[in-house]
Structures are given as C-alpha cells and as structure tokens.
C-alpha cells in the first residue's frame, strides 16, 4: 500500500542496535523503521533476533550500542515506561491478563482511575471508559465480563484495547494467530485493517508467510542477529523469502524423499463415535506410511487422536492396533507402543523445569528399568543415544527443556516415545510455533520414523503441510470424515473443498 | 455430565457451599431440638467472629497462590503480648497497639521472607508458625495468662444497640475486606497476583510490595482475633489458637476460592466460615468428641468441592 509514491512519515526508528548476551551476539547493528499506519512485518527463524529486537524496542532489554529516534528526535529507551511513553505497546504471545478480573479491571490493571478515597478505584468511570476503547475497535461485549470466560481471539482483542487505552500508537503483536481459528484470524486481520486507517503502527512477527504477504506493507528480515533485508511484499516471493531467512535457496516446501511401499495395517478404527463430538470415524494406517487427518480448526481431528489414544472416553466403535483391540485407556495403547504427540507440546507433553535427559526417558521409562530401580549412568546413556539420534541441539542432558527452541523441543517429545519403543505415532499439529527450518527437520524425522517401519497419523492446519507430508489423508468436518484423498488426488485445493463444503 | 443436565437451571447456580451450608442446617435441625433456637444461633455467630477474622485475609493470601499456616499460632502469640501487657500496664491501648504490632511483625517476616528471598510460602509460613507458637510457651512458660481486667471481656460479651459487639467487629472487617478487595487497587492486584503476575510487572506494580501487603493484612487480622479471643477466653493461652488455621483454609476452600489463578470469592468464605460453625456447634450439641468435629471438616470441603466440581468443566 504504501509501497511506492506516498509513504507516510517515519514515526520511531531504531539505528545500529546491538545487544550481546553471554557468549551470543543476538542484535547485530541493526535498523528497524516503523511508519504511521503501516504493517511491518518481522520474519525470521528462531533465534534470528525478532524477540530480543521487540524486547529492547518496548523497554524489557537494554541495547548495548545504537539510537531511537521519535519523530525524527533522538530518545532514550532504558525502561518499559520509556516505551509507553512513545506510545509502544507489545501484545505478548502469553497473555498478560488477569483470568478472574473483568475486562475493564484488565484494561485498566496498573492504571486504575482513582476514586473518591486514596486507594479506592472509579468503577463506573473504568467500565465506561473500557466501554468507550472497546467501542472504537469494533468488539461489541460487557466490559464486566471477567476475562476467563473469553475466548482466545476475544482475550486478544481486549489485549489490543488494553494497548490502545494506553494511546499506543506502535503495536507489536508476536505471533498474534498462534491460536486462532481462520474466523477468528480475519476478525483479527480486519481489526489490523482499521488499526492502520486509524494511523496506528503495527510490527508484526509470524512464521506464516501467507499471512505475512496478506498483510506486510514492508517485511524486514532477519538472520542470526542481523538484518538481511527490508522487502516490499509485492517485489518478492515466499520463496525468495524462505531463502533469505535460512540464507541459502530451499524449497519452502519439504522434499518428500521415497517412501517405502505401505506395509501391513497398523492401526485400524471402524465407527469410532465418541461424547467429545466426532461420529462414525473409519481409517486406517499403515506401517511406513504417513496419514493426515486435516479439516478446519474445530472440526474433530484432535478429538480423533485423543479417542484413539484412549485420552477419552469412546461411545461407539472399536480401535484395533496391529491386530488387536484396544481398550481405550492411555495405559493400553502406549504399552501396546502407540505415541500421542500432542498440540499443545508445553503443557502436555514436556516437563518444562527439568532435563532434556529426564524428558526423553520419561515415557520409556517402565521399559528401559523393567525391576523398578533407577539407574541414573543407564538413563543417561540412554538419553544420550535419543539426542544423538534425533540431533537434539542441547548443550547437555542436563539442561532444561524449557531453554530449549520451539524446534528442539518438539524433537524431545519424538525421542520420550521413540525411547519407549513406540511404533505408531499421532502427531497433532507438530510444527506449530517452529520456524521454517526446523520444520523441515520435524518432517524428516517422521520421515526416518515411517522408514524404520512406523506408522504416522499426522494432524495439521496447514494443507500445505499435509500435501507435501502425507501418503494419504483424511478430510474431517463437523467431526466426521467427509472424504479420503489418495496421494494422486492430495492438493490444497481438494482438501479445502471438502473441509469447508456444505 | 448426565448430573450436569439433570441438574435444574437453578440449583446448578447455586455454589456448593450454600448447598453444603442449608442441608447442614437443615439436618442439625431435625436432629436437634436446640439447633434452631434463636439463643443457639446467635451462638453460633458469635462463635465464628474469630474464625472469620483469619479466613478473610486467609481468602486473600490464597488467592495470590499463597498460603499463611502462621495464622493461629501468631494470634496465640498475640494474644499473649495482649494480656501479659495489659497486666503489668494497665493500658488497654497499649496492650492492643502491641498485640497488633506483634501481628504485623509476622506478616511482616512472612511477607519478606516469601517475597523477597523468594521461600515458598508453605515451607516460609511454617516456619513462622513454629517460632510464633515457640515464642508463645516460651513467655508463658506453658501456663495460661490469667488476671486481666473484666473490661477486656465485654468486648466478647458486651452487645451495641441490641447486636453482640463480635458480630459488629467481624462485620466491620467483612466490609472492610471486602472493599479493599473489590474496589481498591490493592484488592485488583491480588486477582492479578495469583491470576498473572507477569501482567503486574509489565503494568509496573511492585509485585513484592503487594505480596508484603497481603502478609501484612493476614497479621494485622490475627491481631484483632487475638483481642476476641483474649476476651473471650477471658485469659491467653499458649494452645488457644492452635489447628485454627485449618479451620480458616477449610472456609476459605468450602467457599469456592481456588488455590490457582486468583479465582477468589469472599462472600464464599462467609459462607464456608458459618458452614464450619454450624457444623461445629452442630456436632456440640450432639456430644460428638472434638477429634471428630476435626474429621467432620475435613469432609466438609471435600463434599463442598465436590458439589462444585460437578458443574465446572469436565
């Protein structure tokens, strides 16, 4: 919009910022501009510097070497109250509202507007004026409605008016449709739409190249601390993209290697129904081959994965794995060597606070000390076997997994199952929240999984994904499956035709 | 799921608490030609004054995700400050600025201790507990306090305009605590402690000194309870308050706050307050031993959460 001709004025840049943690140079002299109702958008891979910039830009780090300028004056930013002044204002990834208050109280957390008494709070002036800030962005809802009860879009949207109160005029927003739903994702996307008609400024940083060329006027790039280039997205290509953010040419899409012919039945479900909303479910999968299971946000899949993997109770149907019936309990399926790789990986599927060796052998662990009685040089050894395999790029077993990228992470729950000698796997969205690079990671290890022998069922919202991953997939809508596309008949197109068809 | 839907519109509105608190009364009342009396029931308010005068700041501690196991044992302690003071003073004033200050000073220590060197609460408040109820058979030697001045007592007995002066004090600090919680911006920062205290920090409120607030309050009501119990027992003893901070977490769960999140309910924990009062004195006048009154507590919260569990999401 503002690529060529009119460009509005500069409102705050950002001049030669480097800033050095121990042993990393994470900002290495680099610039950043942000324009008055402009989406500027932040790419690159994990690590590449987005969240350290973002950091020192709203106050949280300090730069080592480089200036701010406001209005072309030049500032100083040593504290998020600095920030604010200029009016910068970052909507976390993590939610920094308050479940049990209501959306005003949210609003206005920090700022509250005196009562009549020192200490006492104005609740009728703070509702109205949530009331008012909530009313110019377009969200129709009761400023008393205590914000557990939202949704996540709808937390997002108080987020944003909670910036806004604080006459934000420069927004950054990280990854800000990690968990949305493609609704929720256009309200968002029109909100951003008014946001700019309004002059206000928004920095936005996603590893969703379709979004990015939905939205960017400019897109600045980053790799290892640096800055590789500001584009404009109409001059350039995902993939020329892709290739300047992991610094040499790939496919944005994942090289399928050949696969091996699909062997015998692995996992075979006939009329599942279950209470969590999915009805008359029948697939199969195969060892050696890779199925997805695609469909909207909401239209059962994960619900298919937890009923398999016994996570929830089933109401009709039956479950047989190489062979047998299954009973539905967690128990059943992972001694009889099935994996559930879950969605949410941080919650569900790692203890964040302890070790990177402690997490791989965690679920093998009845397998690996059948007697009961730990050994920790055997653990160890074992751990180190996992991380070896899956290239775990930890600076130890001892280290925390929560230290570890998105990438990494995702690979210690692989190496926990792999370690208990899993031979199905259910993946539920494994590359959400990783960057380009590691997906192709993420995807070549299926790869090794499946060749090895292994059967895959793999979930995603990215058809994309499915398309260039899966030897077959089903489509569910609604909770049920609506159609099966063999590999021949496996595009974007198709799958979206029978996940949004009436 | 299927009690969910059999549940009618109303009652599955109702708190597990309230539920909890009417079949309590109902039962005692069938059981007990002396349960609905209004002599009893007056009874049974007054009794629970001192009870609620720790399970408020309790509601409070619990919501920021803390827990304050101190609470009895620092109003034993106070309340020996209280009558040894006024003993050898005479002062009344005196004797209760000193049982308030000795109160402070352990939510003081509790405060700092978790906030700032960052101890647990649990391991910080036990702690405390110990040193209080130490300190306490330290000064009395184990002996009971006894020889204060009759004027102390009719603050327990006394009656202003017809109502027990207990019951006005306990109604005073329910105000009170319930202004400070739901309209002042300390009481927004305690949702916000247990609920998100990232979202405190990036606000730029001093997480710290709101933890110290909240540990300050919890000594400053123990000082107060440590003045109704003074005059009630008409003496101190250094077991007076032992086990009460059971009784107060027991109010604060019957009463649905939960011990994550902030998810916190004042008005639950009068209810869990009266709850455990009737189901005390309900237990008196059926000469049940106090062993089993203990016992009776204890189920009485997981009864209460399990109603409430049957309506939250599965």
């Given at each position: 919009m503002n690529a060529e001709g009119v460009r509005s004025p500069t409102l705050f840049e950002l001049r030669g910022i480097s800033k050095e943690f121990p042993g990393v140079k994470?900002?290495?002299?680099v610039s950043f501009e942000i324009r008055a109702g402009e989406v500027h958008t932040l790419v690159g891979e994990?690590?590449?510097g987005k969240s350290t910039l973002m950091k020192v830009l709203c106050g949280a780090y300090r730069a080592d070497r480089g200036s701010f300028f406001h209005h072309g004056r030049q500032v100083a930013i040593a504290d998020p109250v600095d920030a604010r002044k200029f009016g910068i204002a970052v909507i976390f990834q993590e939610f920094t509202?308050?479940?049990?208050?209501?959306i005003a109280k949210n609003i206005f957390l920090g700022r509250e507007i005196r009562g009549?008494?020192?200490?006492?709070?104005?609740q009728r002036r703070i509702h109205a004026e949530a009331k008012r800030v909530l009313d110019a962005i377009g969200f129709d809802i009761n400023?008393?409605?205590?914000?557990?009860?939202?949704?996540v879009a709808q937390q997002q949207m108080v987020e944003i008016a909670k910036a806004l109160s604080q006459d934000a005029r420069i927004l950054v927003m990280d990854e800000?449709?990690?968990?949305?739903?493609d609704r929720e994702t256009e309200l968002l996307f029109t909100m951003i739409g008014r946001l700019k008609t309004n002059g206000v400024a928004i920095v936005y940083i996603s590893h969703r190249l379709a979004e990015v060329f939905a939205l960017a006027d400019r897109i600045t790039v980053l790799r290892d601390g640096r800055k590789v280039a500001t584009v404009l997205p109409a001059e350039t290509t995902p993939d020329q993209l892709v290739a300047l953010m992991v610094g040499r040419s790939v496919d944005t899409t994942y090289a399928r290697p050949p696969r091996p012919h699909a062997g015998k039945v692995v996992l075979e479900v006939k009329g599942l129904g279950a209470p969590s909303g999915i009805a008359n479910i029948n697939l199969t999968v195969r060892a050696g081959e890779i199925v997805g299971l695609s469909g909207?946000?909401?239209?059962g899949r994960t619900e298919v994965a937890r009923a398999i993997f016994g996570a929830d109770r089933i109401s009709s149907g039956e479950i047989r794995l190489f062979g047998e019936r299954i009973t539905g309990s967690t128990q059943d399926s992972t001694s009889r060597g099935m994996a559930l790789i879950p969605e949410n990986r941080k919650t569900?599927?790692?203890?964040?606070?302890?070790?990177v060796g402690d997490n791989v052998i965690l679920a093998g662990l009845r397998k690996l000390f059948p007697s009961g009685i730990f050994a920790p040089g055997k653990a160890i050894q074992a751990a180190r076997a996992i991380i070896a395999k899956l290239r775990?790029?930890?600076?130890?077993?001892?280290?925390?997994?929560?230290?570890?990228?998105g990438g990494n992470q995702q690979k210690v729950v692989i190496g926990k199952w792999l370690n208990a000698r899993a031979r199905f796997f259910i993946f539920d969205e494994?590359?959400?929240?990783?960057?380009v690079g590691a997906k192709a990671e993420i995807f070549r290890l299926l790869d090794r999984l499946v060749h090895d022998g292994a059967a895959v069922l793999m979930i995603s919202s990215e058809q994309i994904e499915i398309v260039h991953v899966c030897d077959r997939a089903y489509v569910m809508r609604s909770g049920r499956i609506v159609g099966e596309l063999a590999r021949d008949e496996l595009t974007e197109a198709n799958i979206v035709g029978l996940a949004v068809h009436r | 799921m299927s009690v969910r839907t059999a549940m009618p519109n109303l009652l599955a509105r109702v708190p597990g608490v309230a539920i909890a608190l009417i079949v309590l009364c109902t039962v005692f009342g069938l059981v007990s030609?002396?349960?609905?009396?209004p002599t009893n029931i007056a009874n049974i308010l007054v009794q629970s004054t001192i009870l609620l005068l720790l399970a408020l700041p309790m509601t409070l501690i619990i919501m920021t995700e803390g827990l304050d196991l101190s609470i009895g044992a620092v109003l034993t302690f106070a309340s020996i400050i209280l009558a040894v003071i006024v003993i050898a003073t005479g002062s009344f004033a005196l004797a209760l600025s000193a049982a308030l200050a000795a109160g402070l000073c352990f939510g003081l220590a509790n405060g700092v201790l978790i906030s700032?060197?960052?101890?647990?609460p649990f391991i910080t408040t036990l702690g405390t507990l110990g040193i209080a109820q130490g300190l306490s058979l330290l000064v009395t030697d184990g002996q009971s306090v006894v020889g204060i001045p009759r004027s102390i007592e009719s603050i327990y007995s006394g009656r202003l305009a017809g109502i027990p002066l207990p019951i006005l004090i306990a109604a005073l600090a329910y105000a009170v605590t319930h202004i400070l919680l739901y309209h002042t911006r300390f009481g927004t920062y305690i949702f916000a402690l247990g609920g998100n205290r990232e979202a405190l920090k990036i606000a730029g409120i001093s997480v710290r000194g709101m933890l110290i607030g909240v540990y300050l309050f919890g000594g400053l009501m123990a000082g107060f309870a440590a003045l109704l119990m003074t005059a009630r027992l008409n003496s101190a003893h250094p077991?007076?308050?032992?086990g009460m901070e059971f009784d107060a977490i027991a109010a604060v769960a019957v009463g649905g706050t939960?011990?994550?999140?902030?998810?916190?309910?004042l008005f639950g924990t009068l209810l869990g307050v009266l709850a455990v009062g009737v189901l005390r004195n309900g237990l008196n006048l059926l000469a049940v031993p106090s062993s089993a009154q203990v016992a009776s507590i204890g189920a009485l919260v997981i009864v209460a959460l399990f109603i409430d569990g049957l309506r939250s999401e599965p």
């Amino acid at each position: 919009m503002n690529a060529e001709g009119v460009r509005s004025p500069t409102l705050f840049e950002l001049r030669g910022i480097s800033k050095e943690f121990p042993g990393v140079k994470a900002l290495d002299d680099v610039s950043f501009e942000i324009r008055a109702g402009e989406v500027h958008t932040l790419v690159g891979e994990n690590g590449a510097g987005k969240s350290t910039l973002m950091k020192v830009l709203c106050g949280a780090y300090r730069a080592d070497r480089g200036s701010f300028f406001h209005h072309g004056r030049q500032v100083a930013i040593a504290d998020p109250v600095d920030a604010r002044k200029f009016g910068i204002a970052v909507i976390f990834q993590e939610f920094t509202l308050v479940p049990y208050l209501d959306i005003a109280k949210n609003i206005f957390l920090g700022r509250e507007i005196r009562g009549p008494l020192p200490g006492l709070v104005d609740q009728r002036r703070i509702h109205a004026e949530a009331k008012r800030v909530l009313d110019a962005i377009g969200f129709d809802i009761n400023p008393y409605i205590q914000v557990h009860k939202l949704g996540v879009a709808q937390q997002q949207m108080v987020e944003i008016a909670k910036a806004l109160s604080q006459d934000a005029r420069i927004l950054v927003m990280d990854e800000p449709t990690a968990a949305l739903s493609d609704r929720e994702t256009e309200l968002l996307f029109t909100m951003i739409g008014r946001l700019k008609t309004n002059g206000v400024a928004i920095v936005y940083i996603s590893h969703r190249l379709a979004e990015v060329f939905a939205l960017a006027d400019r897109i600045t790039v980053l790799r290892d601390g640096r800055k590789v280039a500001t584009v404009l997205p109409a001059e350039t290509t995902p993939d020329q993209l892709v290739a300047l953010m992991v610094g040499r040419s790939v496919d944005t899409t994942y090289a399928r290697p050949p696969r091996p012919h699909a062997g015998k039945v692995v996992l075979e479900v006939k009329g599942l129904g279950a209470p969590s909303g999915i009805a008359n479910i029948n697939l199969t999968v195969r060892a050696g081959e890779i199925v997805g299971l695609s469909g909207l946000v909401g239209s059962g899949r994960t619900e298919v994965a937890r009923a398999i993997f016994g996570a929830d109770r089933i109401s009709s149907g039956e479950i047989r794995l190489f062979g047998e019936r299954i009973t539905g309990s967690t128990q059943d399926s992972t001694s009889r060597g099935m994996a559930l790789i879950p969605e949410n990986r941080k919650t569900q599927g790692l203890a964040l606070a302890r070790s990177v060796g402690d997490n791989v052998i965690l679920a093998g662990l009845r397998k690996l000390f059948p007697s009961g009685i730990f050994a920790p040089g055997k653990a160890i050894q074992a751990a180190r076997a996992i991380i070896a395999k899956l290239r775990i790029a930890t600076p130890s077993v001892h280290r925390a997994v929560g230290t570890l990228s998105g990438g990494n992470q995702q690979k210690v729950v692989i190496g926990k199952w792999l370690n208990a000698r899993a031979r199905f796997f259910i993946f539920d969205e494994p590359t959400r929240g990783i960057d380009v690079g590691a997906k192709a990671e993420i995807f070549r290890l299926l790869d090794r999984l499946v060749h090895d022998g292994a059967a895959v069922l793999m979930i995603s919202s990215e058809q994309i994904e499915i398309v260039h991953v899966c030897d077959r997939a089903y489509v569910m809508r609604s909770g049920r499956i609506v159609g099966e596309l063999a590999r021949d008949e496996l595009t974007e197109a198709n799958i979206v035709g029978l996940a949004v068809h009436r | 799921m299927s009690v969910r839907t059999a549940m009618p519109n109303l009652l599955a509105r109702v708190p597990g608490v309230a539920i909890a608190l009417i079949v309590l009364c109902t039962v005692f009342g069938l059981v007990s030609a002396r349960f609905a009396t209004p002599t009893n029931i007056a009874n049974i308010l007054v009794q629970s004054t001192i009870l609620l005068l720790l399970a408020l700041p309790m509601t409070l501690i619990i919501m920021t995700e803390g827990l304050d196991l101190s609470i009895g044992a620092v109003l034993t302690f106070a309340s020996i400050i209280l009558a040894v003071i006024v003993i050898a003073t005479g002062s009344f004033a005196l004797a209760l600025s000193a049982a308030l200050a000795a109160g402070l000073c352990f939510g003081l220590a509790n405060g700092v201790l978790i906030s700032v060197l960052g101890i647990p609460p649990f391991i910080t408040t036990l702690g405390t507990l110990g040193i209080a109820q130490g300190l306490s058979l330290l000064v009395t030697d184990g002996q009971s306090v006894v020889g204060i001045p009759r004027s102390i007592e009719s603050i327990y007995s006394g009656r202003l305009a017809g109502i027990p002066l207990p019951i006005l004090i306990a109604a005073l600090a329910y105000a009170v605590t319930h202004i400070l919680l739901y309209h002042t911006r300390f009481g927004t920062y305690i949702f916000a402690l247990g609920g998100n205290r990232e979202a405190l920090k990036i606000a730029g409120i001093s997480v710290r000194g709101m933890l110290i607030g909240v540990y300050l309050f919890g000594g400053l009501m123990a000082g107060f309870a440590a003045l109704l119990m003074t005059a009630r027992l008409n003496s101190a003893h250094p077991t007076a308050g032992v086990g009460m901070e059971f009784d107060a977490i027991a109010a604060v769960a019957v009463g649905g706050t939960s011990f994550e999140r902030g998810n916190g309910w004042l008005f639950g924990t009068l209810l869990g307050v009266l709850a455990v009062g009737v189901l005390r004195n309900g237990l008196n006048l059926l000469a049940v031993p106090s062993s089993a009154q203990v016992a009776s507590i204890g189920a009485l919260v997981i009864v209460a959460l399990f109603i409430d569990g049957l309506r939250s999401e599965p």
